[in-house]
C-alpha cells in the first residue's frame, strides 16, 4: 500500500499562489505516476495534473496549463504543485492519488488510480 498526504491548502486572494505537496509513504517503488485532482462543491472531481515518477513527463488539463506546473522531488518522495496565478474558480478540495501501473495513456481520470489522499483545501477569494 501507499500513503498520501497533502498539505498546502489554504486562503489567497485572486492573483496569489500556493504550493500543494503530496508526500508519499509506504510502497513508494510501486509508484508509477502521481496525479493531482480537485473537486469544488457540488462538481464531479476532475482530472488537474499528473506526472510519472521516474521520468518526470507531466501531463496538464488545459484548464490550468500556464498557471500550474507540477514536479516530484524523488529524494523526499513528494510531489508538488505549484499554483500561481490562482482564480476564485480554483476554489476546491485538492487530492494527490498514485498509480502503481505503466499506463500509454494520458493518465487523466480517477479511475486509472490506486490510492488517494484525504484532500487539502485551496480558497481563492475575489
Known amino acids: 500500500q501507499v500513503q498520501l498526504e497533502e498539505s498546502g491548502g489554504g486562503l489567497v486572494q485572486t492573483g496569489g499562489s500556493l504550493r500543494l505537496s503530496c508526500a508519499a509513504s509506504g510502497r513508494t517503488f510501486s509508484v508509477y505516476a502521481v496525479g493531482w485532482f480537485r473537486q469544488a462543491p457540488g462538481k464531479e472531481r476532475e482530472f488537474v495534473s499528473r506526472i510519472t515518477w521516474s521520468v518526470g513527463t507531466t501531463y496538464t488539463a488545459n484548464s490550468v496549463k500556464g498557471r500550474f506546473t507540477i514536479s516530484r522531488d524523488n529524494a523526499k518522495n513528494t510531489v508538488y504543485l505549484q499554483m500561481n496565478n490562482l482564480k476564485p474558480e480554483d476554489t476546491a478540495v485538492y487530492y494527490c492519488?498514485?498509480?502503481?501501473?505503466?499506463?500509454?495513456?494520458?493518465?487523466?481520470?480517477?479511475?486509472?488510480?490506486?490510492?488517494w489522499g484525504q484532500g487539502t483545501q485551496v480558497t481563492v477569494s475575489s
Open positions: 492519488a498514485v498509480k502503481q501501473t505503466y499506463s500509454a495513456r494520458p493518465m487523466s481520470t480517477i479511475s486509472d488510480y490506486d490510492y
